[in-house]
């Protein structure tokens, strides 16, 4: 079971987010009949501070993705590391930091990992307040060559602050997207 701790030191934070690419297919998927299999897992077992595996994991550095995200999303272990517990902490910061006044941290699975059918579970914290933004969601694993929406995306989990009572789950693509997804 994948195991994630949004943790915030701030209430002023924005998009915290990981990504998973959907497609392909391998031997120990489901069928696409309803037989869904837990096909992939990840304990962040490891020691405080370490980094998530970066053989399954990337960094998506910058201030990229729209939403007007506030802050710098790095690869540093201040912003994302493991707790020694089998937890990934994702930590947004107030501080200044290449133009920004925030940092975060942003982790996605492009082009190391993708499947078609099966069934991906996490445990995940959230922290709570105005300004945050934290997801967990998949996108076509041709994102990088077909504009958004016509690559799909299935937003699992969207908590945004302004809304503290309501947890969003959405599906996006051609001619249902954004606000009509």
């Known amino acids: 079971m994948m195991r994630i701790m949004i943790n915030s030191a701030l ?40 980094l998530p595996d970066t053989s399954v994991w990337n960094f998506d550095i910058g201030t ?4 007007n995200q506030l802050e710098f999303d790095t690869d540093r272990p201040t912003n994302a590391s493991l707790d020694g517990q089998g937890n990934l902490l994702i ?22 990992f993708t499947k078609k059918f099966g069934r991906i ?8 307040g105005q300004g945050i933004w934290p997801a967990f969601w998949l996108l076509g694993e041709n994102f990088g060559s077909v504009v958004w929406p016509q690559c799909g995306e299935i937003d699992i989990m969207e908590y945004r602050g302004q809304e ?15 606000g009509g997804g």
């Open 121 to 128: 579970e996490a445990r995940i914290q959230l922290p709570w």
């Open 91 to 112: 930590i947004a910061r107030e501080e200044s930091f290449q133009g920004s006044n925030y940092t975060s941290a942003r982790i996605t699975t492009a082009n190391k």
């Open 64 to 67: 990229g993705w729209g939403n």
């Open 164 to 178: 503290p009572s309501i947890v969003h789950a959405t599906v996006h693509g051609p001619g249902y997207s954004a």
């Open 11 to 50: 209430t002023t934070v924005l998009a915290l987010s990981m990504v998973f690419l959907a497609s392909c297919s391998s031997s120990s998927e489901g069928n696409g009949d309803g037989d869904l299999q837990l096909v992939w897992e990840d304990d962040f077992s490891g020691p405080i501070g370490q």
